[in-house]
């Protein structure tokens, strides 16, 4: 594993030169956030050594390096999956290379199904804390010393501060910014509204196919985290109408420019 991370790291390093202060991950359709960023360089996951390859529409599969809010950045514009077939090490694998690049704080973004009854799709919801029970933890196996330790403390996954700095950026600019608890399943499967029902009574207010994974890894490095979650889609609902990942895509889309807003505004102030 080690072998493998200096191996992607110093490949990338070759290219972009300079660390990178910030990594940034971009969830389901949230893919034109990069324009916000002044691009010095786009690497495709396919070049870079041991590096896994996007399958998802949505999700176009490059690193990009530039600056953002007067930062050195580097984001990945489509993440990794449990449900593609990765196995959890290699669906965190990008996380640890841009630690190893530099990074002091990680953000990500995500579109996840509603399960509190007060969201609306298109709302934005700061991840306070997370249920990572559904999903393989991606430390399973022998402990990396020199990624962290064998058991890592997962009190504070997401920083408060920055929590506390997003939502003052929201407050300035007229955002109905929600808060809570996201869930992580494997996936590729919507969930049947049985399982819906079962998150929101388990305490979830949002549940998502990606992040906790990543987040798990992050914490483990020592990396501060922050995350959004775009809600897609509602699970807790009265109606019969199907979820489609087209729906998906677009809500996302539509609420871009308020995370793009969030993130270029936390950024700046790092």
Do not use: C, W
Request: aromatic fraction near 8%; proline fraction near 4%.
């Amino acid at each position: 594993m080690m072998q493998k991370i200096t191996e992607a790291t110093a490949f990338i390093k070759n290219i972009i030169g300079e660390s990178p202060l910030v990594g940034i991950v971009l969830g389901s359709g949230l893919g034109s956030f990069t324009k916000e960023i002044k691009i010095e360089k786009e690497i495709a996951y396919g070049d870079i050594p041991h590096f896994p390859v996007s399958t998802v529409e949505g999700h176009s599969g490059k690193l990009i390096y530039g600056e953002m809010g007067g930062k050195k950045v580097i984001a990945m514009a489509g993440r990794f999956h449990y449900y593609e077939g990765y196995t959890p090490q290699e669906v965190v694998f990008p996380i640890r290379v841009m630690k190893f690049l530099g990074i002091q704080t990680l953000l990500l973004s995500n579109a996840a199904g509603g399960t509190n009854k007060d969201f609306k799709v298109g709302d934005l919801m700061i991840i306070t804390d997370h249920i990572s029970q559904f999903t393989p933890n991606p430390l399973v196996g022998k402990n990396e010393k020199e990624l962290g330790t064998r058991f890592p403390d997962m009190t504070e996954p997401y920083r408060k501060d920055l929590i506390q700095k997003a939502k003052a950026i929201g407050v300035k600019a007229g955002y109905d910014l929600k808060q809570g608890v996201y869930i992580g399943v494997t996936g590729p499967t919507f969930e049947t509204k049985a399982e819906y029902r079962m998150v929101h009574t388990l305490g979830a207010d949002a549940v998502g196919m990606s992040t906790v994974q990543e987040v798990i890894a992050a914490v483990h490095m020592g990396l501060p985290v922050f995350a959004i979650s775009v809600i897609t889609d509602l699970g807790i609902r009265e109606d019969e109408n199907v979820i489609t990942h087209e729906e998906v895509l677009q809500a996302a889309k539509e609420a871009e420019p308020k995370l793009t807003h969030i993130f270029k505004e936390l950024v700046a102030q790092l």
